[in-house]
């Protein structure tokens, strides 16, 4: 299907395509096993300008968007999910100075994570608070004599934790206001008291560093407030609603490259006496993965385009696009390891990878039974406003 992406967007597309071919596949098996974060991989995304898409141009970035994000996300998962999320991360963790920043943390933060010189990280969940983010206990005390805020508690399942050089992290400045009492804080790698614990031996990405962030004592000055006291969980919320179509687009890839893998392996594989493509069973199959992952793609590219075009509320349009598109590549991922059948099982192909690598996008970023519960907010909120 042609999306109609501009001149620029399919450059990025077909470079993506290129480094994830060259670079991203012979690497993706070695870095599964030894759960090893891709750090010469980052380095040729930076040299090949790849953080540079979604910054503003006035920041040493492309400004192209969150679709021509998507774009690049997806054209890397589709050879390691894994890979493609150290990579989408940095977007999530650079999204609250993006929004809500001023001047002088966009002057001072967005060149360096622009160049690639530095990786971003965001920090909401922690061990009582997932899907329940307004649960959160980590505590900011603002220290009156020089306004600098002292963090305390500890961030868990942290992406890109320990990798990362700029962390957004939302604490609580005032536990008497519920959600209303957060705030969001730009923490620097090597701020004294701020430390990383527990790294995570995950099922899938495993290419991706999962640690914990922890807080002792750690002053943050009270230039690294990020927009006003009380506006954290505000701006998280916001920074998903961005960062959700970024997660289709993984989920995308991610289904688009099991299904590839199915129908290379179906023209070749032979029983019966006739490659099995040549099966009604088999093919029906291919059809409702292509049709599936058609759809998703589809919904990711229209909510990202929503976004850029400057829409004032898409929380459910990224809800929707990100809850479809990774049930989507969890049901394609495992018709894919189906269709190879003993050999999909096995770790010498990909599709076991991939099926293990499509299960956590339904659960970041919002699980989907979150993405349910905020569509059903929205469609409920929109017919209350239509007055029917
Ligand atoms: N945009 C702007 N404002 C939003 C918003 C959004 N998308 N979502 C919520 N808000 C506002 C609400 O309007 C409300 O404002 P008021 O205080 O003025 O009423 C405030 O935020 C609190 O909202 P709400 O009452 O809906 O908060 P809940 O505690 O019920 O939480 C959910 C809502 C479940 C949607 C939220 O906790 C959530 O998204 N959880 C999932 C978190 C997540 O994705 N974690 C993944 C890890 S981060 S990678």
């Given at each position: ?50 953080f ?42 650079a ?15 967005l060149?360096l994570l622009a160049?690639?010189?530095k990786?971003a ?268």
């Amino acid at each position: 299907m042609d999306y109609y992406l501009s001149e620029e967007l399919r450059e990025i597309r077909d470079l993506c395509a290129q480094i994830a071919d060259e670079v991203v596949r012979p690497a993706r098996e070695d870095l599964d096993r030894e759960n090893r974060f891709p750090t010469e991989i980052m380095r040729v995304f930076a040299e090949s300008d790849l953080f540079r898409i979604y910054i503003p141009e006035e920041h040493d970035g492309l400004g192209l968007g969150v679709l021509a994000l998507c774009v690049a996300t997806e054209e890397i998962s589709k050879v390691c999910g894994g890979v493609a999320v150290c990579y989408a991360a940095n977007a999530l963790g650079a999204m609250p100075i993006l929004l809500s920043g001023n001047e002088e943390q966009k002057k001072r933060y967005l060149p360096l994570l622009a160049s690639g010189e530095k990786l971003a990280a965001f920090g909401l969940t922690e061990p009582d608070a997932g899907s329940d983010a307004g649960a959160i206990k980590t505590m900011a005390i603002r220290d009156e004599k020089d306004g600098s805020y002292v963090l305390n508690g500890t961030k868990q399942w942290i992406t890109n934790g320990g990798e990362a050089g700029i962390y957004t992290v939302i604490a609580v400045t005032d536990p008497s206001r519920g959600t209303r009492g957060a705030s969001a804080f730009i923490v620097e790698d090597g701020t004294p008291g701020f430390s990383y614990g527990k790294k995570e031996d995950k099922m899938g990405i495993r290419a991706s560093a999962t640690r914990e962030l922890v807080f002792e004592d750690c002053r943050v000055p009270a230039e690294n407030l990020i927009g006003k006291e009380g506006m954290g969980f505000i701006i998280a919320m916001k920074t998903l609603d961005h960062s959700r179509p970024g997660v289709a687009a993984q989920a995308v890839g991610i289904a688009q490259g099991a299904l590839d893998e199915a129908l290379r392996y179906a023209s070749q594989r032979k029983q019966f006496g006739q490659r099995i493509d040549s099966f009604q069973g088999i093919q029906f199959m291919l059809a409702d993965m292509a049709t599936q992952v058609e759809a998703a793609r589809a919904l990711a590219y229209s909510a990202a385009r929503m976004i850029d075009a400057g829409a004032r509320r898409f929380e459910k349009e990224s809800a929707m696009a990100k809850v479809f598109a990774s049930d989507v590549a969890m049901r394609v991922t495992t018709d894919a390891v189906q269709i190879l059948g003993g050999y999909g099982y096995m770790r010498e192909y990909p599709v076991e990878k991939m099926m293990r690598d499509a299960k956590i996008t339904q659960i970041y970023e919002g699980t989907n039974q979150i993405q349910r519960s905020v569509i059903a907010t929205a469609l409920i909120r929109e017919t209350a406003a239509r007055g029917r």
